[in-house]
């Protein structure tokens, strides 16, 4: 059983840019969810694909944005990225029809915006 | 308004000695419940989860959690800490449809 695996594992990136983050979801996993980890923090939720859809998005501005595709995999882009979106970013990937089984987390990919 | 708690940011044991990290929750309904760990520099690993139940949970590396209704509590607990479990602890819960929401962490440092 495969886990999630996120790539890439550390990023620096101008303030201004754009910037993709990709995550392959935990075999038998259909939905991904997107969480920020700023330093010192807990992970906030950002969005939930299911189906290739959004279906939840915390309090996060609309330059934040994903994609999931048909194998479940998913990307988070970030456009006009800002000093603040530096942080850790985790998927997570989970079934759908048993959120209660868990989560199951990738090792992140670090953003640094300078 | 909803939430997770977890009131201490930072807490210091020594080896061998036990370990209770403390997490409340304020939603209307029992939500379900999740105590995960992070090393530095890591992603977030489940240690243990509450549905329903027995109220006491046990979970990997020795780790156990105790639901409490009463108190709205699910207290994480070791009985003999070893350094390799210097990390952070975060309580989470997923209250409904929604997707986990996390308290704060608290920083469990292990000194000899």
């Known amino acids: 059983e495969t886990g999630v695996t996120q790539s890439p594992t550390h990023l620096i990136k101008t303030r201004g840019q754009q910037v993709t983050l990709r995550c392959s979801s935990q075999s038998g996993h259909n939905t991904v969810s997107w969480y920020q980890q700023a330093l010192g923090q807990g992970p906030q939720f950002i969005f939930q694909?299911?189906?290739?859809?959004?279906?939840g998005r915390g309090n996060f501005p609309p330059r934040f944005s994903g994609l999931q595709f048909p194998n479940y995999s998913s990307e988070l882009n970030v456009n006009a990225l800002e000093l603040d979106d530096s942080a850790l970013y985790l998927c997570a990937s989970s079934k759908a029809d048993s959120p209660w089984y868990g989560y199951t987390f990738g090792s992140g990919t670090r953003l640094t915006v300078v | 308004a909803q939430s997770v708690t977890q009131p201490d940011i930072h807490i210091t044991v020594s080896e061998g000695a036990s370990l209770e990290l403390r997490c409340n929750y304020s939603?209307?309904?029992?939500?379900?419940l999740f105590w995960y760990v992070q090393s530095p520099g890591q992603g977030l690993q489940l240690l243990l989860k509450?549905?329903?139940?027995?109220?006491l949970v046990q979970g990997i590396k020795g780790f156990e959690a105790e639901f409490k209704r009463s108190q709205s509590s699910f207290n994480l607990r070791k009985p003999s800490v070893h350094w390799s479990d210097a990390a952070e602890y975060f309580c989470?819960?997923?209250?409904?449809?929604?997707?986990?929401?996390f308290g704060k962490g608290t920083r469990l440092s292990v000194i000899a």
């Open positions: 989470a819960v997923v209250p409904g449809n929604t997707p986990l929401v």
């Open positions: 694909y299911y189906r290739e859809e959004e279906n």
């Open positions: 509450y549905f329903s139940g027995d109220t």
């Open positions: 939603y209307g309904a029992t939500p379900y």
